[in-house]
């Protein structure tokens, strides 16, 4: 069973930068694709970015474009969300998942089927 254990958030002031790291065990991340999400309070869990299993094909949604880069690492199991020129917009608990399916619409969260538990982004000064 695949197990996700996301890292890498805090408290940071507006402008500046976090990198989320996302950590695999149990399987082998190089057939999954991965996605990153976020929920903040009293709103819906939406698509931050994703990569597909080869990293060739990279999604972001338009709200985080130019600021944040989703990468990915198979030999360490890890997928990474660096963040840069936060805005106090992207507070929330962000969510690193994993997908085995290639295709359909990157920022459905149905099409995921296994799930981190979490980490808090906070931006504010």
């Known amino acids: 069973q695949l197990q996700l254990v996301e890292s890498g958030g805090g408290l940071v002031q507006p402008g500046g930068s976090l990198r989320l790291s996302c950590t695999a065990s149990g399987r082998a991340l190089a057939n999954y694709r991965m996605g990153w999400f976020r929920q903040a309070p009293g709103k819906e869990r939406e698509g931050v970015s994703s990569?597909?299993?080869?990293?060739?094909?990279?999604e972001y949604a338009d709200s985080v474009k130019g600021r944040f880069t989703i990468s990915r690492d198979d030999a360490k199991s890890a997928v990474f969300l660096q963040m840069d020129n936060l805005h106090s917009e992207d507070t929330a608990v962000y969510y690193c998942?994993?997908?085995?399916?290639?295709?359909?619409?990157?920022?459905?969260?149905?099409?995921?089927?296994?799930w981190g538990q979490g980490t808090q982004v906070t931006v504010s000064s």
């Open positions: 990569i597909s299993h080869t990293g060739a094909f990279i």
């Open positions: 998942a994993a997908s085995r399916f290639y295709g359909g619409t990157w920022h459905d969260a149905k099409l995921y089927d296994h």
